[in-house]
């Protein structure tokens, strides 16, 4: 018993080949995509803007499979894109027995299905046209650069060209055209690659293109990112509007906490001073010496030990005293001045 969707298949194959197997006699051949046996591809099918909301699928003539956007397996991804306008194929495990064959990429239009895009896969263990990797990058106003292998000797003499999916627009080697933008450059070694060079990359470069030779393509994806507006403006900005408000806040409060500390210090100077004159209105007693006499200490009353003061040194006058044989002054000489250290206790 075959289920709906079964039966639907089946007369849209019916239809299809009726329809479209016509138009595909009358065309050259196929697209062929020639891939690494045990490599994986990533085919894009671009669709118009309009049907982003319509059903997409990838199809398989080999085993008459179709396979709806979204979904992810083991060997093959069918995932879609609308913000590019595109789905992409991806399998996996390519094996040439199981794997060559036609495919195409279609979509339903009111419940019609519709072919955006054909292929015929071909897995080989030296492909056709290859490229090193299937997808680049580069940066806004940079460029990029593609090698495009070719390995048969019979494609020496074929077109080469690079194509981009979206409009099919191409680049050929060899070949003046006007039309052809002076920022796409081929060249040709004549033996085993070509090599495709963009410069001034645009945003809108971004997207699948495809160098080929003669009928055979590889597909490769390119990425163009976009480069940051003005990096030294945003530094200038910055420092606007985060450093300059941070730093006049911390000088806000670095002034008040000093001018906190210089009135707490002076009101605690004041005080000190006004101790100070008390101890030193102390020690102004008279102090006479012999010069067989002991050092005399001056006994200063100190009654803050932990005063940070503590080391200072005190200077003394102490006024000559006649008959002190220790210190004979010079002639006229009334008195001299001897510096004593004063040792806390
Ligand atoms: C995926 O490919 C590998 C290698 O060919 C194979 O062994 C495996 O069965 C495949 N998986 C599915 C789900 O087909
Ligand atoms: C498929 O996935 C993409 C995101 O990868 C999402 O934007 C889109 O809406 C999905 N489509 C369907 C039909 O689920
Ligand atoms: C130049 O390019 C246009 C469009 O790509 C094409 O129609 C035309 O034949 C080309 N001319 C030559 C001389 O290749
Ligand atoms: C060629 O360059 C012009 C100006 O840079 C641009 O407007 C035009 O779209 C380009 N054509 C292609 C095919 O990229």
Known sequence: MLTYEQKEMFFFFIWFWLILGVERCSSVSYNRLTVKTGGSVTIPCYYDGKYTHQKKYWHSENNKSSTYTNTTEENLSVIDHPDQSLFTVTIRNLQSTKHDGGYYCALKI???????????????????????????????????????????????????????????????????NTSQNSSVQISDDGRRSFTV?????????????????????????????????????????????????????????????????????????QDKQQKREINSSRTTDMIYSKPEDPPIYNDINDENPNDPNKDIIYYSTIDFVPGSEAVKPPEGAIYSIIYSTVDPH
């Open 197 to 269: 060079l963009m410069t001034g990359l645009r945003l809108t470069d971004s997207g699948w293109y495809y160098c080929s030779v003669g009928e055979a393509l590889n597909p490769v994806q390119l990425t163009v990112i976009k480069t940051e507006p003005d990096k030294e403006k945003d530094i200038y900005n910055e420092l606007l509007t985060v450093w300059l408000p941070v730093s006049s806040v911390l000088l806000l409060s670095v002034i008040l906490i000093s001018v906190f500390i210089w009135t707490w210090r002076r009101r605690h100077k």
């Open 110 to 176: 009111e419940g019609k299905p519709t072919l955006i895009y054909d292929i015929y896969l071909q897995v080989q263990s030296a492909p056709d046209v290859s490229v090193m990797s299937s997808s680049v990058s580069g940066h806004e106003g940079g460029h990029i650069s593609v090698q495009c292998f070719y390995t048969l000797l019979r494609y020496k003499n074929n077109v080469k060209q690079w194509c981009r999916y979206k409009d099919q627009r191409c680049y050929t080697v060899g070949r003046t």
